[in-house]
Antibody, heavy 119, light 109 residues
Framework: EVQLVQSGAEVKKPGESLKISCKGSGYSFTSYWIGWVRQMPGKGLEWMGI????????RYSPSFQGQVTISADKSISTAYLQWSSLKASDTAMYYCARRGGVGATIDYWGQGTLVTVSS | QSALTQEASVSGTVGQKVTLSCTGNSNNIGSYAVGWYQQISHGAPKTVMFGNSLPSGIPDRFSGSKSGTTASLTISGLQPEDEADYYCSTWDYSLSAQVFGGGTKLTVL
């Protein structure tokens, strides 16, 4: 069974750093792109970027380029999303998703990680 | 402003057929398969359609189609549990990014 299991909720202060994770299981982790999606409170889904764990090829959505870093450790089948200096506006739910459907479509989603940034 | 345009809201009664649309351009929907994602009460999204294929476990009352730069998700025989937000998404080669629609809130009356 394919599963994407994300790390737990985080509460941080502005200016702090953070790295959240997404562990894949039940499939060949290095053979599928993994993307990150942001959902701000009461808003829709926004694509942040994507990584191919096989060779760490990473692409960022223009809106998120330079704001976050996406990485992966294929030895432990885990993808990461990190911030070096959080802002209150980073408060959101973050989902990882596997791009494994037809064409460039998503087939599996993680359960989400809630990030709250507040002083 | 989302790259893909969806209706803000759609409603239907139990048993009715409803169609949700997703409009893009030749850089995205016109060139790539479209996925549809269901989000119930702000829980994690769930894939209900990719291209014209139904994921395992999704009832066959869901179907997908595409014509030019518009994709559609049709739910035949609407059920109360279908009430949710629905998002479409595909790749956009001019942006080199995945793009989402703004989402459609489906209400089952």
């Amino acid at each position: 069974e394919v599963q994407l299991v994300q790390s737990g909720a985080e509460v941080k202060k502005p200016g702090e750093s953070l790295k959240i994770s997404c562990k894949g299981s039940g499939y060949s982790f290095t053979s599928y792109w993994i993307g990150w999606v942001r959902q701000m409170p009461g808003k829709g889904l926004e694509w942040m970027g994507i990584i191919y764990p096989g060779d760490s090829d990473t692409r960022y959505s223009p809106s998120f380029q330079g704001q976050v870093t996406i990485s992966a450790d294929k030895s432990i089948s885990t993808a990461y999303l990190q911030w070096s200096s959080l802002k209150a506006s980073d408060t959101a739910m973050y989902y990882c998703a596997r791009r494994g459907g037809v064409g460039a479509t998503i087939d599996y989603w993680g359960q989400g990680t809630l990030v709250t940034v507040s002083s | 402003q989302s790259a893909l345009t969806q209706e803000a809201s759609v409603s239907g009664t139990v048993g009715q057929k409803v169609t949700l649309s997703c409009t893009g351009n030749s850089n995205n929907i016109g060139s790539y398969a479209v996925g549809w994602y269901q989000q119930i009460s702000h829980g994690a999204p769930k894939t209900v359609m990719f291209g014209n294929s139904l994921p395992s476990g999704i009832p066959d009352r869901f179907s997908g189609s595409k014509s030019g730069t518009t994709a559609s998700l049709t739910i035949s025989g609407l059920q109360p549990e279908d009430e949710a937000d629905y998002y479409c998404s595909t790749w956009d080669y001019s942006l080199s990014a995945q793009v989402f629609g703004g989402g459609t809130k489906l209400t089952v009356l």
